[in-house]
């Protein structure tokens, strides 16, 4: 019986299917650009975490871990130059 009706149901036009495929189309665009958006701020984020943290690493090392002496002062704070 589903067949029976099947054939009068007409073909979407082919304007009408450019439509919807253009529409597709747009939805994929909005939804990258969203995502490169989210993209951004959560480099932007991880970023900016690293930096405090490997600062307030620094400065942790500094104030507590450093010799008293100029020579091993340098050696202690020279990986920290490097990075």
Same mark, same amino acid.
Request: with cysteine; glycine share 4%; proline share 4%.
């Given at each position: 019986?589903? &067949?029976? +009706?099947? =054939?009068?149901?007409? !073909? ?6 450019l439509?919807?495929? @253009? !529409? ?16 951004k701020?959560?480099? &932007? =984020?991880?970023?900016? $975490?690293?930096?405090?943290? $490997?600062? +307030?690493?620094?400065?942790?090392? $500094?104030?507590?871990y450093?010799? @008293?002496?100029?020579?091993? =002062? ?6 920290? +130059?490097?990075?």
């Amino acid at each position: 019986m589903g &067949g029976l +009706f099947s =054939r009068w149901r007409t !073909k979407p036009s082919t304007v009408e299917v450019l439509e919807s495929i @253009d !529409k597709e189309i747009q939805a994929l665009e909005e939804f990258r650009e969203k995502n490169q958006r989210l993209q951004k701020l959560w480099v &932007g =984020r991880l970023i900016l $975490y690293s930096s405090v943290l $490997y600062l +307030f690493t620094c400065l942790i090392v $500094y104030l507590w871990y450093l010799p @008293d002496e100029f020579t091993a =002062r340098l050696a202690m704070t020279l990986p920290f +130059f490097a990075f």
